[in-house]
């Protein structure tokens, strides 16, 4: 089991609430403590610590302890307390942002090969601790190591600089949309273009996040904020795997799936002869899309229909994008163009792209669809050749986190990035291969969008949509719709893990879900290695279709495909003796 420590409670600025989102997104079991005393009671195998401990001595020591007797202590953070068990020292200096490159000789970082952005970052130097890379400021300056491992008796200690929740929100979120953003110093990306977008909160630096392509302009090959989700789950199964514990985590995916393809199509002019061009099309490639109509005009009725008997989702595509009557940013303008696409498909509205990816504020505009019952947001993504793929920093789909002023909440609505549109025509085809290849080394949603009017007036761009989802499936992707997506995780959501030893070196696996949870791939992670050929599991309240040994992400796990049933289900990982 993890263990989630929280030293920073009542501070509303904090986002330490978001650690729970990741691991959730993640599959893993956990639970959440503010006091060392709870924490210990629970019995954890990984202990995860943010905030300053700011605790008795009596509490370091326990946490001491803890790392002594075979636990895993990841402090996130300052940690001014614990420099002992962590083998570092504090330095009580703050950086706001830095670069972070990993060591190559280390398990859990040698995959890290660029500079990862981050922020928030405590000051901190590997004493007795072995540093996994240091900081650099933004003038190149060396401030102190990022990351540092200690092995304290049978246990390990890791201290973390960068506060990795406040990274990750502060990426994928962006700041404020209140002005144009900063353009691309070499012109690649003019986004102050009087439009206020998405892309105008990118926080991403132009110059050190992007990597060079050598069919046209830099763009963002690296989503950042899902390197750091990665590596602090590595760390997780790392501390676990080195005791010895069977952790499981719900896998992102039915079946086993590496990662999903998205396509997204935006109507803009409306044209039902290109509307019925991009369904044949479609059709010959195999793949449901999700279609963003907007407002005003729309389609006939028949379209509508067409789209909706071939399996396709329809969605809002609000238009921000004039000063006249219902085309304006604005709540009371949004409401009135969700309920004319609502009446004029008949069928409910969950899903939404803004056009031209407007945005102003923050995180009011999830608010809006939060009241709607919009499920599904797709507005974060590039406008530009010179800003596409991760600027937000992640292919994984999430959901936001607001300041209520009392805390923080995660929003209902659930953010699917884009990451380019009309392969071929804006960008060139091959973009598709680095962006498909990192979406499916993280295990998220390769988000492509395309214009029915360019599917219809450019037999190239058609071509381009049918190569994009051969090349996908070829990645092993399939290809789902935004509603499916949503759908899927918030499924996948409320099915609860519990680890907990059982006699000698046995383990209990209990599964709780209120719902059943058709072809889920749960994965054990293999205390004994590669050397059993057949793993030591038994069942119950599981219907299992494969149980199999698999590497994945550089880890043993015993992979479980099946049915998870509504109610309680058990596993059992039989220890030596058992």
């Not at 660029?114 to 072995?130: D, E, N, Q, R, S």
């Not at 060139?428 to 360019?454: I, T, Y």
Request: aromatic residues 8%; negative net charge.
């Amino acid at each position: 089991m993890i263990g989630l420590l929280v030293h920073d409670r009542g501070r509303a600025s904090s986002y330490s609430v978001y650690l729970e989102e990741i691991l959730s997104h993640a599959g893993l079991p956990f639970a959440r403590h503010e006091t060392v005393a709870g924490a210990m009671r629970d019995g954890p195998a990984v202990l995860l610590s943010i905030g300053r401990p700011m605790g008795s001595r009596a509490e370091c020591e326990e946490l001491e302890r803890f790392v002594q007797t075979g636990g895993t202590l990841i402090q996130i953070g300052d940690g001014t307390g614990l420099d002992k068990v962590l083998g570092v020292r504090y330095t009580g200096s703050f950086e706001e942002e830095g670069w972070w490159t990993g060591a190559p000789d280390h398990p859990v970082t040698r995959e890290c090969h660029v500079p990862l952005h981050a922020f928030a970052i405590t000051g901190m130097k590997a004493i007795t601790a072995m540093s996994l890379g240091a900081i650099v400021s933004r003038e190149g300056a060396n401030v102190g190591d990022g990351i540092a491992v200690r092995q304290a008796g049978d246990g390990i200690a890791v201290a973390i600089a960068p506060d990795v929740a406040t990274t990750i929100v502060r990426i994928q979120q962006g700041i404020p949309v209140e002005r144009d953003g900063a353009p691309a110093p070499d012109g690649t990306a003019p986004i102050d273009d009087g439009i206020l977008k998405a892309e105008d909160g990118l926080v991403l630096d132009w110059e050190r996040d992007r990597q060079p392509f050598d069919r046209g302009a830099p763009f963002f090959q690296v989503p950042v904020a899902d390197e750091w989700r990665k590596l602090l789950v590595r760390f997780i199964l790392w501390g676990a795997e080195r005791q010895g514990v069977p952790l499981p985590m719900l896998w992102y995916w039915p079946g086993g799936l590496s990662a999903v393809g998205h396509l997204s199509l935006d109507s803009d002019l409306n044209e039902d002869e290109a509307a019925m061009t991009t369904l044949r099309v479609l059709d010959q490639a195999d793949v449901k899309a999700t279609w963003c109509v907007m407002y005003p005009g729309g389609y006939r009725s028949a379209t509508y229909t067409a789209i909706r008997s071939q399996g396709h989702e329809l969605a809002l595509h609000y238009n921000a994008m004039k000063d006249d009557a219902r085309s304006r940013w604005g709540e009371d303008d949004f409401d009135f163009q969700w309920r004319w696409l609502q009446e004029r498909s008949g069928v409910p509205i969950v899903t939404n792209k803004n056009h031209y990816l407007r945005w102003e504020g923050e995180t009011e505009f999830y608010r809006w669809c939060e009241r709607r019952g919009i499920r599904v947001d797709q507005t974060k993504g590039p406008t530009k050749q010179g800003d596409i793929g991760f600027l937000f920093g992640s292919c994984h789909p999430w959901f936001p986190i607001e300041d209520t002023g009392d805390g923080m909440r995660r929003m209902a609505v659930l953010e699917i990035p884009l990451l380019t549109q009309d392969l071929v025509w804006t960008v060139p085809f091959e973009v598709c291969r680095p962006l498909l290849d990192r979406c499916v080394q993280h295990h998220g949603v390769a988000h492509f969008l395309f214009h029915p009017h360019h599917i219809h007036t450019k037999p190239e761009v058609a071509r381009a949509v049918i190569a994009l989802t051969e090349v996908g499936r070829e990645w092993g992707l399939a290809w789902w719709t935004a509603e499916e997506i949503d759908r899927w995780e918030r499924l996948r959501r409320q099915v609860d893990l519990v680890c907990r030893k059982i006699g000698t070196g046995g383990w209990e696996i209990h599964v709780r879900s209120p719902r059943e949870v058709p072809d889920a791939t749960l994965l054990i992670l293999a205390p004994g290695g590669r050397e059993r050929e057949i793993p030591p599991l038994s069942f119950s309240g599981l219907t299992t279709d494969r149980v199999r040994l698999k590497r994945m992400d550089g880890f043993d796990f015993y992979e479980v495909r099946g049915t998870i049933r509504a109610g309680d289900a058990h596993v059992r990982v039989r220890g030596d003796s058992g």
